[in-house]
């Protein structure tokens, strides 16, 4: 796919891996639509690429709601006359376990997670199919495809994003229009404080700042740049490539939960440090 001339569509832009895919799609020659539910850091961080002489612009959306990530497809069109590439990229983590999360909570979880990609397929595959050209790609995690003994919402919502994109990949075929899946492991941006923008009847408060180097500490891995990751997800874009997986080690438990299945075994924690 050519990407020189040609628009995007990112959400969860404000901050980490969309900030980063903003700047590399930029740097291909596109045009991007930023979209966040994070209105004043969005306006911030699109006002200043705007000032560079990015050809960027930026909407407030909650991709939870329907009529907001339709209002985004509206917008993207009036501005640019088309979209050629969807990144479905915002998510959230509640940082609770399963069996203590809130319904409200969960309601929340999957509502970012599952429905905005849903959400944002909705709005935006028809018109790539119709124009016979495009590209999806949605944001899962490591976590979407090898369980760990903890957020077990974020572990079902991301595994619920790689069904769907197995699904639309299969769904597309022969329409012209590709469809990628990223699942990356630990990386450095703001997911353990995806709190912060949780609505304030669920009473979560605002999150401790957790520094990088304290998430690393704990689950024994090295936080990859989001724009490594922008990198990635640039190249399996140009290269229609459906699996974008980050680190090394995913490969390793990926083999290990597969022969557990075969095996018929009990799921276990995957082997070597466990990342999100």
Request: hydrophobic share 45%.
């Amino acid at each position: 796919m050519q990407l020189n001339e040609r628009t995007a569509v990112i959400t969860g832009a404000a901050s980490g891996i969309g900030l980063a895919m903003t700047e590399r799609f930029l740097a291909e020659g596109m045009n991007v639509v930023m979209a966040d539910i994070e209105e004043a850091l969005l306006a911030e961080r699109c006002s200043a690429l705007a000032d560079n002489g990015a050809s960027v612009s930026s909407i407030a959306c909650d991709v939870s709601d329907a009529s907001q990530v339709a209002a985004l497809r509206d917008a993207a069109l009036e501005k640019f006359g088309a979209v050629h590439l969807l990144c479905n990229n915002a998510g959230v983590a509640s940082g609770s376990q399963l069996i203590r999360e809130r319904p409200e909570v969960l309601d929340w979880v999957v509502g970012v997670n599952v429905l905005g990609v849903g959400y944002g397929v909705s709005a935006f595959a028809p018109l790539m199919v119709e124009q016979g050209e495009g590209h999806i790609v949605n944001t899962a995690s490591e976590a979407g495809l090898v369980a760990t003994g903890m957020l077990g919402s974020y572990h079902a919502t991301k595994y619920a994003v790689v069904g769907l994109s197995e699904a639309l990949s299969l769904e597309l075929q022969g329409t012209g229009v590709g469809v990628s899946c990223l699942c990356p492991e630990l990386v450095d941006t703001m997911i353990f404080e995806s709190t912060r923008n949780a609505p304030s009847e669920l009473g979560l408060g605002q999150p401790a700042h957790l520094p990088i180097s304290t998430i690393e500490s704990w689950i024994g891995t090295v936080a990859m740049n989001p724009s490594d990751v922008a990198g990635r997800v640039a190249y399996a874009v140009k290269a229609n490539r459906f699996w974008i997986i980050t680190h090394q080690v995913t490969e390793a438990r990926i083999l290990q939960r597969n022969r557990d299945l075969e095996a018929g075994r009990l799921p276990r924690n995957p082997v070597g440090p466990s990342g999100l």
